[in-house]
């Protein structure tokens, strides 16, 4: 075991075929949420100067999605400054492969979503798998979240129990605004460097890594069907727009994938299409005791257990 | 001149009477601002746990303000862990007190303007003043920009004729959005840790930053009552609301204030009351050749001399 665990850090996956696999991930996931879309989805294809580029989708002003993006990208080059100080590595080749997305639906009952999952390879040998879901509801409904978590926890259970109730605590801290002191949403799960922190060999992580990616659209189709046909009114778009704001300073202040985006010279079209479409700045807003709204905040913090009824 | 420049290091002056003199300052430009408006500012009176507060001042849906926020604010106790790192120092308390101001109008021919006036003194005896003013129009209009730096050149060429140059190439720099390749706006001067960089003895350097904050109000009032009456179109007010995209990119991702406020654990309603009532992010959007926007985006651009004619 050991040994097949250090020959995972060497990099034994051919990683043109990680790329290809993510690239039907991006396929069938457009294809699934255009089926209760009356838009289409449109693609810019991208190079980057220093090596690689991306297949950029984006589907805008549909009936139900606002804004979705779902990005596959393919990256290598020499590895920033910026960022050999940060992982205090020495001179090095960078390899990132995955798929991103990030969806603003229209409607302020039906959350806002963000999956990822990539496979990273340093020229030093080192390389792994990470990703996550997470599911940001504009007005919190306990069911949704208990769904979503079940979910989860049922695909991270195929493949070992420890992984759900650790990569839960990851996204809780991950998706942290820490300066409103709120978590993003009701969470999800969110992994990284897997094989290096000896989670799984790197063909296990890569199941693993797959079976999370097809979870994706069946879970988040089944919470957005929930809710896609309900009314709604001026002031819950308003608070729509002001949690958009949230979205935005979290993903402008904290992401780390955002920050690796404008740090090796990505696409910056690609890596912003995170942003709301719409958003707004309130100067101290408060949410009236005992509204929908306030019930929302109180419930966006760390440490809940989602999985059970209360 | 060498020994009251080492005085001057060791913070000679009285950091209350700067203090006062900020507070009078935020009074001033308050009520300035209030003499073309229908609405008035609101005050709010906070404190900083450990240790100093502020007093932010908010004007919201005026008639041609959609957005200002005017702060003072003094604050101090143990310089956080992660400040001292990115400046290499050790162990040791701060005080940091300014007035810093942000615009957001509610016309897209009037200019967003920002402006910071700020006096810093570590426990080492190190102290500095450091400010800015600079002007983001949605639509640049090189009179209004020529008038701007003249203004700025002609306030800073009473004190030293070598301020101007200096500070306006590093507001170019520091102003900047460097994913976007775009200035925030036309810039204008920008300067930090004045005394320590010997332009001046701490006693001139206050006088330097007394005039600046001074000039602020009449000179953004001149090109606000420029531009209060003009109609404008929906199309003119999405470009405002993606330029306000752009605002929002830059205080998040760059903005030293913002991240010193951030990290410093300061009132989070006080710090981002910078950003803009609303902004929108379109994905991919082009300006149409030739168009106003397409030639605004060809000025947000370092190193433009704006104080000559062409």
């Not at 990256?75 to 590595?89: Q, Y």
């Not at 340093?122 to 792994?128: E, Q």
């Not at 479409?277 to 109180?298: D, H, I, K």
Request: proline share 4%.
């Amino acid at each position: 075991f050991l040994i097949l665990h250090y020959c995972s850090l060497y990099c034994t996956m051919d990683k043109t075929q990680i790329a290809a696999w993510f690239k039907t991930l991006q396929d069938s996931i457009c294809m699934q949420l255009e089926e209760v879309e009356t838009e289409r989805f449109h693609e810019d294809i991208w190079t980057r100067n220093e090596g690689g580029g991306g297949r950029t989708r984006i589907l805008s002003k549909g009936n139900i999605f606002e804004k979705a993006g779902v990005a596959f990208s393919e990256v290598h080059g020499p590895t920033p400054d910026k960022i050999l100080t940060a992982l205090n590595l020495e001179k090095s080749n960078f390899y990132a492969t995955g798929v991103s997305l990030v969806i603003h639906p229209a409607s302020p009952h039906v959350p806002i979503v963000h999956m990822n999952t990539r496979y990273f390879e340093m020229s030093n040998g080192i390389c792994w798998f990470g990703g996550g879901i997470d599911l940001t509801p504009i007005y919190v409904v306990k069911e949704d979240a208990r769904y979503f978590h079940n979910q989860l926890k049922a695909t991270c259970d195929k493949h070992d129990d420890r992984f759900y109730p650790k990569y839960k605590v990851w996204a809780d801290d991950y998706f942290f605004n820490k300066h409103r002191n709120e978590t993003r949403g009701v969470g999800g799960i969110f992994f990284d460097r897997l094989s290096e922190t000896k989670d799984c060999t790197l063909e296990q992580c890569f199941t693993f890594v797959q079976d999370v990616g097809k979870l994706f659209a069946p879970l988040y189709l089944e919470i957005v069907n929930r809710h896609k046909s309900k009314c709604y009114s001026e002031e819950e778009k308003r608070w729509q727009s002001m949690r958009r704001g949230r979205y935005a300073e979290f993903n402008l202040v904290y992401d780390k994938g955002t920050k690796f985006g404008l740090d090796t010279n990505g696409r910056t079209e690609s890596i912003l299409m995170s942003m709301p479409p719409m958003a707004v700045w309130e100067y101290n807003f408060q949410a009236t005791p005992s509204s929908r709204e306030e019930e929302t905040l109180q419930l966006l913090r760390k440490g809940i257990n989602w999985t059970e009824e209360e």
